[in-house]
């Protein structure tokens, strides 16, 4: 593996790299179509900048992006960070009216967008920016607007008045903005993070490392690219190093991804923890379950089934897989222990959109089970306002990965960043002797109990997930007393108890006396000042944001 060596840490200079290094060798396709090589890249990157350049983009001038993953996405973002414009990604899910809110702080000049997403930004007028570029040929009704096709832009189809941009391309500093990432946190408060060149190629450099990524590699993407750790991980980290990546056509569901992963064969994936959760609860338990002989020998010798288990696993995501990269939320437990015990080759880090994200990760061969891991390439991390008795304190962390501020919001920046530079993560835990860090919960979810004792509902939240009839739970206090929401696994309910063939009446019953069982359960392994006073079903999935968080304000109120 050969990291490179770049004068300068920036985006601008990433990209002209890249595509001289590896100028005939594939940079992006999607799984069923032509690829695009690093060569190609360059060819429509330049020829967009030279379009922009003429529409009077300037250097600082914002512009959104809002697509689904692809291809295009990629050449967009990297043309318009590589010209020393400021890229401002939004991410699909995002409501309209927080669409239009990010597409006016931001100040957006120009918006790129393709036309299945073309009905969230309908009501913004021409007056709150110049130009909307469709990124497909789909339909794009916004009248109002002034709207040209990106790709008559890239072959100077569309009339352009200004002469030929000179130069093509800004000066770039490290220091200089390159993204404006709106965050979707779980406290339903979005704050634009303001995130430098060097803050971004620092920390795709710390990936490629911390990842072992080579120009040989390929991944599948299928966590949003306008997310922090999808963006910087999974785009940039591989196109710096020469890697392929694949996206999929439409949303990365068990019908589409299983084909695709079986077709590409990767070496690396992105992913978050629930993904392999309801993998490890619908399809491994489900499996083993569904057998007597398999059943029994899993209660007698689980190591052995998980390892076959295991096998096929490895075999379902194209059995070349070298590591599968798990972020953006805490691994459970027992799908960890699965993961271990099976062999499948994983690991796990932790990190903020704040951190560009990356802040640690466990390292290849050497994961701690339930640790962040360590601190990567160029960060520390500290633990302050430590409790005496249990150790843990709030984390904080520096390095060249951290954000400028939030963009127009000093005082924001001011409560998240201490003088010394140090960013206040918002995240309670403790470094081991061997520089491992283990997270608790996060601050604003500790529960203070009556006696000032610290209740982290994290905690209890697993002990809920050890049931195999909850699939995703949340916990929270409500007058003074702890309540936890549960999503049952209705599949499994359906299985051991039938509720299809009972009456209302005699179903509520059942899921209410199970609740009421799994509650008594979970109190027995609680201290007493963290025992659940009431369970609440939630017969809907949980709102989640695109990492697969909850989105705990929507239910806690």
């Not at 009501?123 to 607007?145: C, F, H, T, Y």
């Amino acid at each position: 593996m050969v990291v490179p060596t770049l004068a300068k840490q920036t985006i601008q200079n990433l990209y002209l790299h890249s595509v001289e290094t590896y100028s005939d060798e594939v940079a992006f396709s999607y799984v069923d179509e032509g690829a695009y090589t690093f060569a190609e890249v360059d060819r429509q990157s330049t020829a967009l900048a030279k379009a922009l350049r003429r529409l009077g983009l300037a250097k600082g001038d914002r512009v959104a992006l809002l697509a689904e993953n692809g291809p295009v996405w990629s050449i967009v973002y990297l043309t318009v960070a590589a010209l020393g414009a400021v890229v401002v990604p939004i991410l699909p899910d995002f409501h309209k009216s927080e669409i239009h809110h990010i597409i006016r702080n931001a100040g957006c000049r120009i918006l790129f967008i393709s036309s299945r997403l073309a009905h969230k930004v309908s009501e913004i007028r021409s007056k709150e920016m110049d130009w909307v570029a469709a990124m497909d040929n789909g339909p794009l009704p916004l009248d109002q607007l002034n709207v040209v096709n990106i790709r008559d832009l890239i072959e100077g189809a569309f009339p352009q008045k200004k002469k030929e941009p000179h130069p093509l391309r800004f000066p770039v500093e490290e220091d200089d903005l390159a993204e404006i990432l709106y965050t979707s946190g779980t406290t339903g408060h979005s704050k634009g993070v303001m995130l430098t060149h060097k803050n971004i190629v620092s920390n795709a450099l710390s990936a490629v490392r911390m990842i072992e990524l080579s120009h040989d590699d390929r991944l599948v993407s299928i966590l949003p690219q306008s997310h922090a750790y999808e963006c910087t991980c999974g785009f940039l980290a591989p196109f710096m190093q020469g890697a392929k990546v694949y996206y999929i056509k439409g949303l990365p569901t068990a019908q589409t991804l299983l084909p695709a992963v079986q077709k590409v064969k990767p070496t690396h994936i992105l992913s978050v923890p629930l993904i392999m959760e309801k993998i490890y609860k619908k399809k491994v338990l489900a499996e083993i379950n569904a057998r007597s002989f398999s059943k029994m020998a899993y209660k007698i010798t689980p190591k052995l089934i998980y390892k076959i288990a295991g096998k096929k696993l490895y075999q379902a995501f194209g059995g070349k897989l070298k590591i599968m990269i798990f972020g953006g939320a805490a691994m459970p437990l027992e799908v960890e222990e699965f993961l271990n015990e099976a062999g499948f080759p994983y690991i796990s880090g932790y990190g903020l959109t704040e951190a560009s994200p990356l802040l640690t990760v466990n390292p290849v061969g050497h994961v701690k089970k339930q640790s962040a891991g360590k601190a990567v390439p160029s960060v520390n991390i500290r633990i302050v306002d430590v409790d005496p008795e249990t150790g843990i304190g709030e984390i904080q962390a520096k390095g060249p990965n951290i954000m400028k501020g939030y963009y127009k919001n000093e005082e924001a920046t001011q409560k998240a960043i201490t003088k010394d530079g140090w960013l206040i993560t918002g995240d309670r835990g403790y470094v081991d002797e061997e520089g491992y860090l283990f997270i608790k919960g996060r601050s604003k979810n500790l529960i203070v109990g009556s006696s000032g004792e610290n209740i982290y509902p994290e905690e209890i939240e697993f002990h809920l997930s050890q049931s195999p009839y909850v699939l995703e739970s949340l916990v929270y206090e409500k007058e003074g007393r702890i309540v936890a929401r549960v999503h049952p696994d209705y599949d499994a309910l359906e299985q051991h108890f039938h509720i299809s063939t009972l009456d209302g009446s005699q179903a509520v019953k059942t899921i209410e006396k199970l609740l009421e069982e799994i509650r008594a359960e979970v109190n027995d392994k609680v201290a007493g000042y963290s025992r659940i006073h009431k369970i609440i079903e939630q017969s809907e999935e949980f709102e989640k944001t695109p990492t697969k968080k909850i989105k705990r304000y929507l239910y806690t109120d």
